[in-house]
């Protein structure tokens, strides 16, 4: 890969992560901030979940086998553009929600084919892909100090912002190197496209453990996406959104230490800390406040770099490893689609009413029980997990040589 090629794919990777770091975090506070209820805003956050489960669609009937994976990419971001907009000018809740699902349509299948433009470029995407991917979480970081420090959270302004960054991003993509469809002629099955060979897999007891544990915990893990930054202003922190990239920003301090982790934990510890880690963010912002243990809140957010890389990074290379070659990608998808897909989907619907049932008469919420619940979800999860997934012996050291790429 060339120095161009690698500026390119960088620029990239930070455009398209902005993008969804603008509007996604803060988005709660602005619907509470024009009216809406925690239901709402559950259904508003559902939408990436529903684009989840369809977009595997698009990608394997359509940007693989007809067009060109970056001009496809373009002309996402572009119409992603116009309903990010659109957004941001509809303050009725129905409204809102199939505004955002149209645009959650657009933009979850570029999650993938930024992927894929990246890796065809790549002669060793072992060791170039990290060092691509790490401007995602850079742009992520970006965003939310741009919205924070313009005092936005509030506002729909943060939509219109990622609107305008979208048809920058569109018009950038169509200049991105060539990336042809790689699938033109074959013949795909919805089975292909969901990943539903990876069933098989579910015959291992171990691995079955593993998937039904990814889809319960990731119900609890959409309290934090959907209400954190809610919750954060509401009890009065400055520049919450800012200040909430501190958990990206520990994401790649984890992501470096975790060969380290590898060779001393293995795989089923290092799952387990990082369901631990769930239960004890939630812990930390019930029993924080933004005074004298204002520390706590500062905790919660520094332990996303544990809730993500111990348990979602170390959960796609167990994947990896435990799937066989001719069906390795079609577990990864099977894996994402109960995640990002079903687990968010439901966990945004519950979230969105246990919030609702906390309201308070005058305004605000008690944020407090809030998150308990999710923090017993979590410790439920644990256990069963604890009890039930069996690690196989030597997974740990074949985990560190993935890792280590």
């Known amino acids: 890969m060339t120095l161009r090629i690698r500026i390119q794919l960088s620029a990239m990777m930070f455009l398209q992560f902005f993008i969804w770091g603008t509007w996604f975090v803060t988005m709660g506070t602005y619907l509470f901030a024009i009216g809406f209820e925690g239901p709402d805003i559950g259904d508003a956050y559902s939408t990436t979940g529903w684009a989840a489960i369809l977009s595997p669609f698009f990608i394997g009937m359509v940007a693989d086998r007809l067009f ?6 373009g002309f996402l971001h572009l119409a992603g553009a116009a309903c990010l907009w659109w957004a941001a000018q509809v303050v009725a809740p129905g409204a809102f929600f199939w505004v955002l699902l149209l645009y959650a349509l657009c933009y979850m ?11 065809r470029q790549m002669e060793d995407p072992g060791a170039e892909f990290p060092n691509v991917r790490v401007l995602g979480t850079i ?47 074959q013949k795909i099955t919805v089975s292909d496209v969901l990943g539903l060979e990876a069933l098989r897999l579910m015959k291992d007891r171990s691995f079955a453990v593993f998937a039904i544990g990814s889809l319960l ?7 934090y996406y959907n209400f954190a930054n809610a919750f954060l202003n509401e009890v009065g922190m400055e520049n919450a959104a800012g200040k909430m990239t501190f958990g990206q920003m520990s994401e790649i301090v984890f992501m470096v230490l975790m060969p380290f982790f590898f060779a001393r934990l293995g795989v089923k510890k290092m799952l387990l800390i990082g369901m631990l880690a769930w239960v004890a963010r939630y812990v930390l912002f019930a029993l924080g406040d933004n005074d004298a243990l204002v520390w706590m809140f ?9 809730c993500y890389d111990f348990f979602f990074v170390t959960g796609q290379i167990y994947v990896d490893k435990k799937a066989g070659e001719d069906i390795r990608a079609s577990a990864q998808g099977f894996i994402a689609l109960v995640t990002y897909g079903v687990g968010i989907l439901v966990g945004a619907q519950i979230s969105g009413q246990v919030v609702q049932h906390y309201a308070l008469t005058g305004g605000g919420h008690d944020w407090g029980p809030i998150w308990y619940v999710p923090a017993v979800m979590a410790g439920v999860v ?20 993935q890792t280590a790429g």
């Not at 506002?155 to 990622?162: G, S, V």
């Open 68 to 73: 060109a994976a970056e001009k496809v990419l």
């Open 109 to 119: 299948p570029t999650l993938a084919l930024v992927n894929a433009v990246a890796f």
């Open 139 to 185: 742009g992520w970081i970006a965003a939310g100090w741009v919205v924070g420090l313009m005092g936005i959270e509030a506002t729909a302004r943060p939509l219109e912002i990622a609107a305008g960054v979208s048809l920058l991003t569109g018009v950038y993509c169509f200049f991105l190197p060539h990336t042809p469809p790689q699938s033109v002629g």
């Open 217 to 223: 915990v990731t119900i609890p893990l959409a309290f």
């Open 298 to 306: 500062y905790g919660g957010i520094l332990l996303h770099g544990v």
């Open 382 to 401: 644990v256990l069963l997990f604890a009890l039930l997934f069996k690690e196989e012996r030597g997974s740990g050291e074949d985990a560190v040589a």
